[in-house]
């Protein structure tokens, strides 16, 4: 099994601040990365696909990047509606494995 | 527009047999090539990806899940179902439903059901 270990558990950081979270994989998965992001009582919603590739209606703040084992989720500048978990999540032909998320709070 | 919807009891006896089903709206569960998968989250915790079943009815399961979960289509009613049997409280969780899109260099869960809350108790 392929096991993702995702960065911090939990941060907070001011609105306007960077952000990044990273997601490691056991194993290389090449790009076959996603990340999505979750609000409180809701689905999660995919932001990035293909490790770098910004799903259409998405603001351009967020952003993917890496390859083979680590990987990286920046948002460029954090707005008060980005607070949520937010998940990579690594896909084969036998399976998907979530990291095991990222709270991002309003500091 | 293609909408979800899990429906099943939200309270199972412990060592019985868990049972969800998802109905697809918006579009045939047969027409396209897609994955539909379930996917949970315990409260207060991340998210597990159960297994998946393509339109042809060949199935993928995570391993720690494996021995316990069938998920079956039936493509007459456009819905798809989970059975997870021996639950135990540590299968209490919110459970998703899922459309899974994918090509030969991406693979998504682009629409999700609003999840359904099923709590293992006595």
């Known amino acids: 099994d392929i096991q993702m270990t995702q960065s911090p558990s939990s941060l907070s950081a001011s609105v306007g601040d960077r952000v990044t979270i990273t997601c490691q994989a056991s194993q290389d998965i090449s790009n076959y990365l996603n990340w999505y992001q979750q609000k409180p009582g809701k689905a999660p919603k995919l932001l990035i696909y293909d490790a770098s590739n910004l799903e259409t209606g998405v603001p351009s703040r967020f952003s993917g990047s890496g390859s083979g084992t680590d990987f990286t989720f920046t948002i460029s500048s954090l707005q008060p509606e980005d607070i949520a978990t937010y998940y990579c999540?690594?896909?084969?032909?036998?399976?998907?494995?979530f990291g095991g998320g990222t709270k991002v709070e309003i500091k | 527009q293609v909408q979800l919807q899990e429906s099943g009891p939200g309270l199972v006896k412990p060592s019985q047999t868990l049972s969800l089903t998802c109905t697809v709206s918006?579009?045939?569960?047969?027409?396209?090539?897609?994955?539909w998968s379930w996917i949970r989250q315990p409260a207060g915790k991340g998210l597990e990806w159960i297994g998946r079943i393509y339109t042809s009815g060949s199935t993928n399961y995570n391993p720690s899940l494996k021995s316990r979960v069938t998920i079956s289509v039936d493509t007459s009613k456009n819905q798809f179902s989970l059975k997870l049997s021996s639950v135990t409280a540590a299968d209490t969780a919110v459970y998703y439903c899922a459309r899974d899109n994918y090509s030969s260099s991406w693979y998504v869960h682009d629409y999700w059901g609003q999840g359904t809350l099923v709590t293992v108790s006595s």
């Open positions: 918006g579009g045939s569960i047969s027409s396209g090539s897609y994955y």
């Open positions: 999540q690594q896909y084969d032909n036998l399976g998907l494995t």
